[in-house]
């Protein structure tokens, strides 16, 4: 099937935000569930942002928030490894399953057809969601793991030859490691990282230091999963787009926390996974300027990313779907369309400023803990506090953590070769989101106090 040809039959969604004074509630689509058929599946008109952030509000709409854990209520600190989903993402995942479950860009009939504007509706809201210039420059993944895999893949076998060279940071995680390292193997290219300072800042003296002509691509993550850097992404493209490389930011933890505009940016590639901003898992995002992609061969074949097949010759279908290989995680690529929703009206600066608070707040109380370490204390820091307790291991202290309902992630968090750095094991990592609150930071304020008495 010809993708030019397709004619939503849903109105294409406003590009531009605007701020009123007030807007209610976001509707809690069960009330309506079953009596306004697919409403819940197309949500065209909220992206006004709301002028004041109510945290008590938000809160609501994340039903498992107020479940108990070990007997407490649940303090969820855990939102770099994945965050909860609103009430209007699961609504969703439901409405979907019960009205339109059907495949998607290939059957005529009705549901397919509903199914399919659906999931194309995802496409077009998150095309201003980051400033991209067209929408055939979003690729839906199955992730950042995902999209950074098929960059590596694609670009790789177009761009890189043998004594060609990549960069990343000290900083990375795993997936925007692994893949560069097989790919420098593969091709016999080599792998520079750069360093960073004790605060966890990069080096941006070094890192212009190995820019030269040789240097075919820079994967820097954005913001750092385990220190909470902000990493400075305009100049890090500045400066390789002065050498002629192309970058790929991983927004893996950027995506929730921060407003991007990929055009404001330069940026050459981008990935971030529906799971860590509020959506479903299983469902990622690459995004590419077009004038790579269409440069790039396709990452997996099949049905779906082929114009025409025969025995003799297959062509490739035209982007996006040339990089969509198969069947797509149906569901969840309609339910993310939510996701961007609800972030969009709450509005990410609005989130930032509101993160950056309980940032400043409980790295505050921690640091009056005698025998903490903050690690990572860089400049511009996104809402993640890791940390150790002297002489504790950090399994040890997140296991208490969790027995008074605290929920942290403990140990290398994919950044085995970051830890190497600070000559560490591991940290606790308390990684915060627009749904915590101070009342929260008090909490594990009081529990990380009650580890330290128990394990030092
Ligand atoms: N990059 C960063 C910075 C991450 O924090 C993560 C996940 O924690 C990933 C990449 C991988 O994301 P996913 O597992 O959703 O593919």
């Known amino acids: 099937m010809n ?15 605007l701020t009123i004074k007030s807007v209610s509630s976001p509707k809690n689509s069960k009330d309506n569930h079953n009596k306004k058929l697919l409403v819940p599946l197309y949500p065209m008109e909220r992206t006004a942002v709301l002028e004041r952030f109510d945290v008590d509000r938000v809160r609501k709409d994340f039903p498992i928030l107020t479940r108990t854990v070990n007997g407490k209520p649940l303090v969820y600190l855990d939102n770099g490894a994945t965050t909860q989903k609103p009430r209007q993402v699961i609504d969703a995942i439901v409405d979907y399953y019960t009205q339109l479950n059907s495949n998607v860009h290939r059957g005529v009939h009705h549901l397919s057809q509903l199914a399919t504007d659906a999931f194309e509706v995802t496409r077009r809201k998150l095309q201003p969601f980051i400033n991209a210039a067209h ?18 893949s ?3 076998k177009a761009f890189v030859n043998a004594g060609d060279e990549l960069i990343i940071s000290a900083m990375e995680h795993h997936s925007n490691i692994v893949p560069w390292q097989i790919l420098c193997e593969e091709r016999g290219a ?3 990282v750069v360093p960073i300072s004790d605060a966890g800042e990069l080096d941006m003296e070094a890192y212009q230091s190995l820019l030269n002509e040789r240097t075919k691509l820079v994967a820097i993550t954005y913001v750092s999963n385990a220190l909470g850097t902000i990493n400075p992404a305009k100049e890090i493209i500045t400066l390789a787009h002065a050498v002629g490389a192309p970058v790929l ?18 940026v050459d590639f981008l990935a971030f996974s ?12 690459l995004y590419g300027k077009e004038k790579w992609l269409n440069a790039m061969p396709p990452y997996q074949s099949g049905g779906e990313m082929i114009k025409e097949v025969t025995f003799a010759k297959t062509t490739y279908n035209e982007l996006p779907f040339k990089f969509e290989a198969g069947t797509p995680n149906i569901e969840a690529g309609i339910c993310l369309a939510h996701a961007i929703d609800y972030i969009t009206e709450l509005g990410l600066d609005n989130i930032a400023r509101h993160e950056h608070d309980l940032l400043t707040y409980a790295t505050g109380q921690l640091l009056e803990i005698p025998g903490i370490r903050i690690v990572g204390t860089a400049k511009e820091k996104s809402s993640v ?3 150790l307790l002297d002489g504790a291991h950090p399994y040890d202290v997140g296991v208490i953590l969790d027995k008074l309902g605290v929920a942290v992630r403990t140990g290398h968090h994919c950044t085995q070769p970051l830890m190497d750095r600070f000559a560490i094991p591991g940290t606790v990592r308390a990684s915060l989101a627009m749904y915590n609150t101070r009342e929260e930071m008090d909490v594990l304020v009081a529990a990380v106090k009650r580890a330290s008495a128990m394990l030092l």
């Open 135 to 152: 929408e055939h420059e979003i690729i839906l993944t199955k992730g950042t793991t995902e999209s950074i895999n098929l960059v590596a």
């Open 385 to 387: 506090i890791s940390f």
């Open 190 to 192: 080599t792998l520079h």
């Open 274 to 285: 529906g799971h860590k901003m509020y959506g479903p898992t299983g469902v990622g995002v």
């Open 3 to 17: 993708k030019k040809k397709w004619k939503p039959i849903i109105p294409p969604c406003r590009s531009t935000t």
């Open 154 to 156: 694609c670009y790789g």
């Open 249 to 266: 930011l991983d927004a893996a933890q950027a995506i929730q926390h921060l407003s991007i505009d990929v055009q404001a940016l330069d």
